[in-house]
């Protein structure tokens, strides 16, 4: 019983001193978003070949609204696959707010977005490369209101919204991290980061499977295993590429394409899971 109120405890401190990091990130981020989102959504729509590039520098910022609209985008066929993908790819979620809080290196947290930015736009342009070649990558003119389906928390004001964001995520963290530390007690830190972080296949794998989860709680969890030390960077990364938070929720209600949608969660997933077996393996 000592234990259990030392592992409530120790969450409970944890939990509370991210709020103040965190609102004030998502304030930020909200402001950004917010001023830039339409500027940002014209500027992929008129990229082209470009389009991985500019999907990829647009999706490493941590806002689910960004995949969401390249989402919209692409089921009106206004942007390629390659696009989409790369965005996706680069699409961290709160990653980013958790490991600020969390007084993570600041070469840490520009490494991890380097890496899958660098995933993102590379894998874009070979997928847009391929998808040209086989010439199933014809778009639509008619474009379709993006801000139909938009998943859009802006109507009471940025400070809400930053609030809004921050209340969720600490309820997420709460949660995750007194389930953590419960595990953590009971089964022991060493012989969980050895069995995930040092079976270069197995650990990729079984991140790639949390990151499929359309919601930020999945990124929430592999950021808290990293922050934890129970996860490697590439398996991180591994699961937050194949993550695009509620984009792939989007995806299966606007495109009716049912078997091209599976296709992209699979060509996410497979991309994902390799990668991070590779830098598994060279890092």
């Known amino acids: ?44 729509q008129k990229s082209g070949k470009l389009g991985p590039l500019l999907g990829g520098l ?18 009106a066929r206004v942007i390629t696959l390659g696009t989409l993908i790369s965005v996706y790819l680069t699409t961290s ?28 736009i590379v894998a874009g342009f070979i997928i847009d490369f391929i998808a040209r070649k086989l010439n199933k990558n014809k778009l639509e003119e008619k474009i379709v209101d993006i801000c139909e389906h938009e998943h859009c928390h802006c109507e009471n ?10 209340i969720n995520i ?13 595990i953590i007690e009971l089964i022991g830190e060493d012989t969980i980061s050895n069995f995930v972080s040092q079976n270069v296949i197995l650990g990729p794998i079984i991140a790639g499977i949390i990151g499929l989860v359309p919601n930020c709680a999945s990124s929430v969890i592999l950021t808290q295993l990293f922050v934890e030390n129970v996860i490697s960077m590439p398996i991180l990364i591994s699961g937050l590429c ?12 606007i495109n009716k394409n049912l ?12 991309i994902g899971v390799i990668s991070g077996i590779v830098l598994e393996i060279i890092i």
């Open 242 to 253: 194949v993550n695009a938070g509620v984009g792939l929720l989007v995806l299966f209600k």
């Open 1 to 44: 019983m000592h234990e259990l109120f030392e592992i409530i405890e120790h969450t409970v401190i944890d939990s509370i001193k991210l709020v103040p990091f965190l609102f004030l990130t998502y304030l930020l981020m909200e402001y950004i978003e917010h001023k830039t989102s339409n500027k940002v959504r014209n500027a992929i």
């Open 170 to 182: 600490f309820i997420y963290v709460f949660i995750f991290t007194l389930v953590l530390n419960g």
């Open 93 to 120: 979620d709160e990653m980013l707010p958790i490991l600020i809080s969390e007084n993570i290196s600041i070469v840490t947290i520009l490494t991890i977005l380097g890496i899958k930015l660098v995933i993102g």
């Open 157 to 166: 004001g940025i400070v809400k919204s930053a609030l809004k964001h921050t």
């Open 259 to 270: 078997k091209e949608n599976l296709k992209i969660v699979g060509l996410l997933y497979a």
């Open 58 to 75: 647009v999706g490493i910022v941590p806002q689910c609204g960004f995949s969401v609209s390249a989402t919209n985008l692409y089921a």
